[in-house]
């Protein structure tokens, strides 16, 4: 029998398969390996993969891997899948008697493999089975060997960061393409990929050296990818990370003689902190505020004003509309209103405060001095602990040594009353987080082990806030022990939502932790363990997490639990948005109200901001439910999902507001539906219309205050002012491009391939007129008819001119004339694009469709990137310009001059005089001598 022959008589041999096996047993036997290839060959047939698998590596040099055909490929596929396996088992087993042994002559067929990939310049599928094999030694020859370089290190960095489920090996081979980077960058441009490398790797010291070296470099590119660089850094919302590379900057600049290069740091310094972000941001969403007034003020007149609830949801819902546009009118115009809520419903409009001017750092002790002060009559501790959380609200993220002290002091002197500590233990939170403060900590724990519900409920949000990401095991320790022995429920969750915080990120890190609150008798605790898992794996669409929280979703005998297990799959899902509608379509059906709820608000974090048809078509059927908060998380979860769509982009839109509209109107609607529906508006118009919830960043990774905000906003399940942490997610869209001096060139532009009405702000909403009923007409007498008809006679006599029955077959002709000039009148065709220049609102669906235009005299750093806040390489330096937000002086003083010119030129008007003809006849006789200074023309 010859290899050849088994191609077309293998069933004819399958009746010899016993002798030929036995052939290749038989150690005497010189033709040992042909016979197990025979085999081999068979069995391939016979579609027994796995013995032909093993016959096939034990024919040793007699299986040519080079050949080209079915069954080569398919063993060697077979090959390669069992090698990744076992490998990967191996490398996540903790002990050395659990791992699988890996037979060499499995690991020298794939040592060919590898080596055919190479050799044939196949370099993605080398670097492809080497990662999921967890073979650096591979990964790194397939990269060195060959061109093109950089392209192999690009494809090589977005496979680790997408595909490698482990975090230990995919933060090795990041530093594997790091190293490569440094030795190999050839242009300033490649710096990103290397940053990107450092930044997920956490490596600040690396961060500040790399910048510094591009601004050692003095030349404007260089510069400007250090800014840019800057950006994308605070981009991410670490604020530790930032905080951690602006030091090592400074120890630079301390060593620096040159005085440019110090400017050129201090810059940078202000651009990582967010100060620049800041600026450019608050600069644009104030000037491009585009909320309705009517929206807010038209809730107001409607609901009900005895239902505090829905009071409350309309402040939190002007807020959000509102959300860093520092525009406060409409709580100024309504004063009185707002100044009739009590108890938590003035923290709560206090607190609304934070929202609007989140971000306005200098103006925000001026702002909320007057709720802060104590010491005057009608003092309210509800507003000062709603002003503390404000406060906490505009620095979050961005820790400030002032606001700390003021916390500090006030903790000292008027904490405690209750509602004042929990709002400055929320601000604690807010202003520190993820810098893990020991002074900060301290006080939060001692404030958690005072027994109190209300203070220590914010006490341990704030410090999971505190502690974000750190993976603290002495804090966790001491957090679940009190969880163990305190009676408080709010402070059972609020310290498992703190365990979540604390292993953000931590993934596997995680997973004992995990099991520690997942078994535990306590369903609030298990409730934490879900956001525990959101929190570990968000964005990193982990296999075996979603698994797990499915498992529980449906398995769990609470209901709390089953709810919060569903929701987290939003934070897992959130870069793979595309994969949730697929994942809970069925759940949306469940039978479990609690699960429907999961699965809307799963799609709405997930999906935040798509304007997705396979989301919403799962979510607007849920708005028939026949659960009240079921409806509700369908109404929050819509106007998270269609955040700032247009009419042109999804005909429902205006249906859905409609609807909205409907519900808070409605007297016989459940309440819950219309706390939804007024939250819902102020989703849709968030921002003043200008911002969307973004958790993932312009560089890949999730953004940390952003996933923080939105998982403490699904807690207003439990504590409705959780609902003010929903700013910390938004994030502005728009184009705004800067130059070397960080400021706004007027003459930057790109074009928008679609018509302008596509993307463009909706219309003000026009309030319709009611007509009153007209007035009963009172009698008239006969003889008042008579005088009125003889009166018309006389003016007829009078009237000089053409008849009244003349004048309105005039007015008929003309408006004729004009009907028919309208009708001639063609209407122009809307432009298939527009321009967009620098400093206006770019939508996120909007980005595949811009281009720059020609012959632009800036040029992105950031190739083919055209949103957010980008650096701009100046092509025509000296060239005059104009920039956005600056007046210049020179105007200024020629528009003053030319005022004082009309001023003076400016006739005054004749004194006003009673003509007198007896008069005007004696002055004719003895005309007056006049002054010239007294002629009026």
């Not at 010899?16 to 085999?39: M, Q, V, Y």
């Not at 994942?583 to 999961?598: H, K």
Request: with cysteine.
């Amino acid at each position: 029998v010859s290899t050849q022959s088994t191609w077309e008589h293998w069933s004819e041999i399958t009746d010899a398969l016993g002798t030929i096996e036995g052939l290749h047993e038989n150690k005497d036997f010189p033709e040992r390996e042909l016979a197990a290839l025979i085999a081999s060959k068979v069995y391939y047939h016979m579609e027994e993969y796995e013995e032909s698998l093993k016959l096939a590596l034990d024919s040793g040099s007699k299986f040519n891997i080079e050949e080209r055909s079915a069954y080569v490929e398919t063993l060697i596929s077979k090959c390669i899948d069992d090698y990744i396996a076992k490998r990967v088992h191996n490398a996540e087993t903790r002990l050395e008697e659990d791992k699988i042994p890996i037979d060499p002559k499995l690991e020298a067929v794939v040592e060919k493999m590898f080596d055919r990939c190479i050799r044939d310049g196949q370099y993605t599928q080398a670097i492809g089975i080497a990662m999921e094999a967890r073979r650096a030694d591979i990964l790194k020859k397939a990269i060195i060997i060959g061109e093109p370089l950089f392209e192999k290190l690009s494809f090589a960095q977005e496979l680790a960061e997408k595909s490698i489920s482990n975090k230990q090996f995919r933060l090795d081979t990041l530093q594997l393409i790091a190293d490569i980077l440094k030795e190999k960058v050839v242009i300033p441009k490649h710096n990103f990929d290397l940053c990107k490398c450092y930044i997920t790797l956490r490596k600040p010291l690396e961060i500040a050296e790399l910048l510094y070296n591009l601004l050692k470099a003095d030349s404007e590119e260089t510069t400007l990818v250090a800014y840019q660089l800057g950006l994308d850094l605070f981009d991410n919302e670490d604020q530790q990370l930032s905080s951690s590379t602006c030091k090592q900057l400074l120890i630079f600049k301390l060593g620096e003689e040159n005085e440019k290069r110090k400017e050129q740091i201090q810059r940078l310094n202000e651009i990582i902190v967010g100060k620049v972000t800041h600026e450019v941001y608050r600069s644009f969403l104030s000037k491009n505020n585009k909320t309705d007034s009517l929206i807010a003020t038209d809730v107001k007149e409607t609901i009900p004003q005895t239902v505090s609830v829905l009071q409350e949801a309309t402040v939190w819902s002007n807020g959000i509309m509102n959300a860093c546009t520092t525009d406060d009118t409409f709580l100024k115009t309504h004063i009185k209103w707002v100044a009739q809520s009590s108890n938590w419903s003035k923290f709560s409009c206090t607190s609304s405060l934070g929202m609007i001017h989140k971000g306005n750092r200098e103006h925000a002790m001026a702002i909320l001095n007057p709720y802060l002060n104590q010491g005057h009559a009608n003092s309210s501790p509800y507003s000062a602990g709603g002003a503390f959380y404000a406060l906490g609200l505009i620095h979050a993220n961005q820790y400030n040594a002032d606001v700390i002290n003021t916390f500090t002091t006030s903790m000292s002197q008027i904490g405690q009353n209750d509602v004042i500590a929990h709002g400055i233990c929320l601000g604690y939170g807010l202003v520190g987080m993820a810098t893990g403060d020991e002074g900060i900590y301290n006080e939060l724990k001692n404030t958690i082990f005072g027994e109190s519900a209300v203070r220590g409920e914010a006490a341990a949000i704030s410090t999971g806030l505190l502690k974000l990401g750190s993976g603290d095991e002495e804090a966790i320790q001491e957090l679940l022990t009190y969880a163990h022995q305190t009676q408080h429920e709010k402070i059972i969750r609020a310290i498992s939502l703190a365990l979540a915080f604390i292993m953000y990120g931590k993934e596997e890190s995680a997973d004992v932790l995990f099991e520690q609150m997942v078994f535990d008798k306590d369903a609030i605790i298990r409730y934490g363990a879900m956001y525990l898992l959101g929190m570990a794996y968000v964005g990193t669409a982990n296999k075996t997490a979603i698994r797990k929280l499915l498992h529980y979703g449906v398995s769990d005998v609470d209901n709390d639990v089953r709810r919060a297990a569903i929701t987290n799959l939003g934070f897992l899902l959130a870069k793979n948005p595309e994969k949730l509608p697929k994942t809970v379509g069925q759940l949306a059906d469940s039978y479990n109200p609690y699960v429907r709820y999961g699965a809307a608000m799963a799609i709405g974090i997930g999906c935040a901001g798509s304007a997705m048809k396979e989301a919403s078509n799962i979510l607007i059927p849920m708005l028939g439910d026949s659960n009240d908060f079921v409806r509700q998380g369908a109404i929050i979860a819509i106007s998270l999902v269609f955040m700032q769509a247009t009419s042109g982009m999804d005909p429902r839109v205006d249906d859905i507001k409609k609807y909205y509209d409907q519900v808070y109107k409605d007297k016989h609607e459940d309440l819950l539906c219309k706390f939804g529906s007024i939250i819902g508006k102020g989703i849709l118009e968030a921002g003043g219309r200008n911002c969307t919830i973004q958790l993932i960043s312009r560089m890949g990774n999730p953004k940390m205050a952003s996933v923080v905000g939105l998982a403490m906003f699904c807690q207003f399940w439990y504590w409705f002012p959780y609902i003010n942490f929903l700013s910390l997610a938004l994030t502005p869209t728009a184009l705004l491009g800067l130059n070397a001096d960080l400021r706004l060139p007027a003459s930057f532009s790109v074009v928008s391939m679609a018509k302008p009405s596509l993307y463009a702000y909706p219309p003000p909403i026009v309030r319709e007129t009611v007509n009153k009923p007209a007035k009963a007409q009172s009698a008239i007498l006969s003889t008042t008819l008579r005088a009125q008809a003889k009166a018309k006679q006389k003016d007829k006599r009078m009237e000089i001119g053409p008849t009244p029955k003349a004048e309105v077959k005039e007015e008929k002709k003309e408006e004729k004339k004009d009907k028919e000039e309208k009708k001639e009148e063609k209407k122009e065709p809307e432009p298939e694009m527009e321009v967009v220049q620098n400093g206006k609102r770019i939508l996120p669906q909007q980005r595949s469709r811009l281009s720059l235009q020609i012959n632009s005299r800036y040029q992105p750093i950031l190739e083919n990137t055209y949103y957010g806040i980008i650096m701009l390489a100046d092509t025509k330096i000296g060239e005059p310009e104009e920039y956005i937000g600056e007046k210049k002086e020179e105007k200024k003083e020629e528009k003053k001059m030319e005022d004082k010119k009309e001023a003076k030129t400016e006739m005054k008007p004749p004194e006003e005089f009673i003509y007198d003809p007896v008069a005007q006849e004696e002055n004719h006789q003895h005309p007056p001598i006049f002054h010239l200074s007294l002629i009026h023309i």
